[in-house]
């Protein structure tokens, strides 16, 4: 995951991709779990909440 700030243009779905929004981290869609899991997501709130963190690496 990066941290990154929106800076205009607009969300694209690609190839990979069905579709693109932004949530609420507490009202998310369904995930594709052989992806990214509700707990990795909780990690990156971690580290927005507590930068000092030392990094995690999968």
Request: glycine content about 10%.
């Amino acid at each position: 995951m990066f941290l990154c700030r929106e800076r205009g243009g607009t969300l694209d779905k690609g190839w990979e991709v069905m579709d693109v929004g932004f949530f609420d981290r507490e009202k998310l869609p369904p995930l594709s779990k052989e992806r990214i899991t509700r707990g990795q997501i909780g990690l990156f709130y971690e580290f927005l909440e507590h930068p000092e963190r030392e990094t995690v690496f999968d």
